[in-house]
Nanobody
């Protein structure tokens, strides 16, 4: 399984970004796709995840601001990030696997940097 993430960049506080992650390869065993992030000097944390059926979970820090969605036909997971704050600055990683784990799932993509700054 290969995961290719895109969509990071520089945005001002209060702005929006959408991250995308395309899964390819032997994806038949993938039931969950999600996003994790690691801020400078901090441990990696789970941000949001979705099953192929659309069941989602979010970190408390992003609830109401971030929305995760899966397009099964395109094998792509999206993370719409609104009302971004400076504390959202981090490298965001896409992950996927047969089940969700807080520490991360079986497969990982390369990170994409999100910088929230004026």
């Amino acid at each position: 399984v290969q995961l290719q993430a895109s969509g990071g960049g520089l945005v001002q506080p209060g702005g929006s970004l959408r991250l995308s992650c395309l899964a390819s390869g032997s994806i038949f065993g993938i039931n969950v796709m999600g996003w994790y992030r690691q801020a400078p000097g901090k441990q990696r944390e789970a941000v949001a995840a979705s099953t192929r059926g659309g069941t989602t979970n979010y970190a408390d820090s992003v609830k109401g601001r971030f929305t995760i969605s899966i397009d099964n036909a395109k094998s792509t997971v999206y993370l719409q990030m609104n009302s971004l704050k400076s504390e959202d600055t981090a490298v965001y990683y896409c992950s996927a696997g047969p089940e969700w784990r807080r520490s991360g799932m079986d497969y990982w993509g390369k990170g994409t940097l999100v910088t929230v700054s004026s």
